[in-house]
């Protein structure tokens, strides 16, 4: 399947047989399998994780997400895009139907160590309810997380 491919060939051994199959067996395209090859070996994914991720349909919604970074974050931080990702899967929440913000901040916060690995291996939970001052008024942001990839911070 990847013979010939310099890009792909490398993932496919640093990632075990199961995994493989898995990819080959629910993967529709080779731009697809590349997806969550890389993906799985950058994050260190488990067979349970990769199936979750595959299942939850990660690569059609990395593909359609609208990118809602502000012009000058791109400027300072180009990859800063490529971080955040406009939906997540919360199945585990079990939230019901409507359900509201302050439900869901309570299911984050209750099932965090699921949600951090949603969100990626370099994100780390700092506070919830955070006070911040902005001129001379204070604002309490609901959840605080921190990323601390070096993508982010660029050539220093």
Same mark, same amino acid.
């Given at each position: 399947?990847?013979?010939?491919?310099?890009?792909?060939?490398?993932?496919?051994?640093?990632?075990?047989?199961?995994?493989?199959?898995?990819?080959?067996?629910?993967?529709?395209?080779?731009?697809?399998?590349?997806?969550? =090859?890389?993906?799985?070996?950058?994050? %260190?994914?488990?067979? &349970?994780? #990769?199936? !979750?991720?595959?299942?939850?349909? *990660?690569? +059609?919604?990395?593909?359609?997400?609208?990118?809602?970074?502000?012009?000058?974050?791109?400027?300072?931080?180009?990859?800063?895009?490529?971080?955040?990702?406009?939906?997540?899967?919360?199945?585990?929440?079990? =939230?019901?139907?409507?359900?509201?913000? %302050?439900?869901?901040? &309570?299911? #984050?916060? !209750?099932?965090?160590?699921?949600? *951090?690995? +949603?969100?990626?291996?370099?994100?780390?939970?700092?506070?919830?309810?955070?006070?911040?001052?902005?001129?001379?008024?204070?604002?309490?942001?609901?959840?605080?997380?921190?990323?601390?990839?070096?993508?982010? =911070?660029?050539?220093?």
């Amino acid at each position: 399947m990847y013979q010939g491919n310099e890009t792909l060939a490398p993932l496919v051994r640093l990632l075990g047989w199961t995994h493989n199959l898995l990819i080959l067996g629910k993967c529709k395209t080779q731009e697809e399998r590349g997806f969550y =090859l890389k993906l799985a070996a950058e994050q %260190g994914w488990g067979k &349970r994780e #990769l199936e !979750r991720q595959i299942e939850g349909c *990660l690569f +059609e919604r990395t593909l359609t997400a609208r990118r809602n970074s502000h012009r000058c974050c791109e400027i300072s931080t180009p990859a800063a895009g490529t971080v955040f990702k406009d939906s997540y899967l919360v199945e585990f929440l079990n =939230l019901p139907e409507p359900h509201s913000e %302050g439900d869901l901040q &309570r299911g #984050l916060v !209750r099932h965090l160590k699921h949600f *951090l690995l +949603e969100l990626g291996r370099d994100f780390c939970f700092i506070g919830e309810r955070f006070q911040v001052q902005v001129g001379h008024r204070d604002f309490f942001l609901d959840l605080l997380f921190f990323h601390r990839g070096p993508q982010l =911070l660029g050539s220093v």
